[in-house]
C-alpha cells in the first residue's frame, strides 16, 4: 500500500514492514515489506502457506520479536509501536491489543486456574480489586460460551476440552476490552465443528464490541467465512489484497488463483486427485531478484520471453488494478473472470459465508 501523507484514522496500519532474523545460516528475511491496515469493526483475512510469514507479522504487530530486525512502521490509532520501550509495550499488549493463537495450552499457566489467570490480566490493566476481576473473570467465561463459569473459572487448564480453552483464551484476551484482537490459527487444531463455534463466537464478540481483528490462516474456507478483506502473503511479501468477494470472485496474482484452484470443489468425482500448487515456497535465506512466485507461476511460463524476463528479474511491487479496491504485486496480472469457486461454478457466497 502506498504510503500516506493523511492523518491516520485505520485502527491498525502496517506500513512496509520488514522482519530478519540473523542466524548462524544467514540473514532470514521473513517478512519483506508488507503493508496492510484493519480498521475496527472489520476482520482482514492474512492468508498463505506455510512459512509465508504471517505468524512473524502478528508478532511485529504485538511487539513480541526479541532478536530480530524489525523495521517500517505500525501504527495503532495513529501511534507509532517501533520503537516503543518493552514496558510501554507491555502496558498496550492485552489492554489495548490481544493475541489468541492454535495452541491454548502454551498461552494458558499449568499451575493456576483459569479464572485466576483472566482475574490477573485485569487486575494487571485496571488495579481492580480480587473480587471485582474474579467476578469479571466468570462474566467472560459466560459470555465466551463456557457452560457453568462460576464453576468452570475454579478449573485448570487441563480439565477443559480443546474447544473449551480456546474459548478461555478469548475470554483471557478479551477481558480488557482492547480495540484490536490478532488471532493466529485460532482454529486449525479443532474439528470442524468446533471450528465453526469459535469463528462464530469471534465474529459475534467483534459485532458487539467493534473490535478490529486480524485472522490469521492458511485456511482459504477460514477466510471466506470471516474476513471482510484480504490480504494473500507469499514469500514474506504481499501478493493480493482485496475485498473478500473481489478476491473469491475474480482473483488477480496467479498465486491468489492456485489457492483457489487448490480448493476441493462441489462437482469433484470422490476420487479425484487434490489438486496443489507444482513445487515448493521460496526459502526466506535465499532472496531472489525477480517474482517470488516466478518458479512456480504458469502464467509466467506460458508469458513471451520478455515478460518472463521480467518476472524473474524485477520484483513486482503492489498496484492498483482496474476493477475495484484491490493492490496486486505481479507484473502480469490475471484479467477480471469469474473464478468457479469450490461450489463448481456459483460464486463463493461470501456474504452469506459470514
Ligand atoms: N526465530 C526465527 N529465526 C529464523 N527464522 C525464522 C524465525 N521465525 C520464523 N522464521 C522463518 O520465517 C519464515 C516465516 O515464518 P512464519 O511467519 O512462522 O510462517 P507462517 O506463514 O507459516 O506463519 C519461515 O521460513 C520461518 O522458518
Ligand atoms: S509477476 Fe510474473 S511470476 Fe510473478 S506472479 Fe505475476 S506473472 Fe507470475
Ligand atoms: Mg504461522
Known sequence: MPPTTEPDQSLLRVHDLRVAFDTPAGTVQA?????????????????????????????AVMGLHRRARVSGSITLAGQELLGLTDRRFGRLRGRRMAMVFQDPLSALHPAYTVGEQIAEAHRHHFGSGRRVARRRAVEMLGEVGIPEPGRRAGEYAHQFSGGMRQRAMIAMALS???????????????????????????????QDRGLGVLMITHDLGVVARVAHEVLVMYGGRGAEQAPVDELFHSPAHPYTRGLLDSLPRLDDPDDAPLRAIPGSPPSPAEPRAGCPFEPRCPRAAAATVPERARCAGESPRPRGVPGGGRLVACHLPLPAAPHPGPSGGAPVPAEEAR
Open 31 to 59: 517478512v519483506d515489506g508488507v503493508s496492510f491496515t484493519v480498521e475496527a469493526g472489520r476482520t482482514l483475512g492474512l492468508v498463505g502457506e506455510s512459512g509465508s510469514g504471517k505468524s512473524v507479522t502478528s508478532l
Open 176 to 206: 480488557c476490552e482492547p480495540e484490536l484482537l490478532v488471532a493466529d490459527e485460532p482454529t486449525t487444531a479443532l474439528d470442524v465443528t468446533v471450528q465453526a463455534q469459535i469463528l462464530e463466537l469471534i465474529a459475534r464478540l467483534q
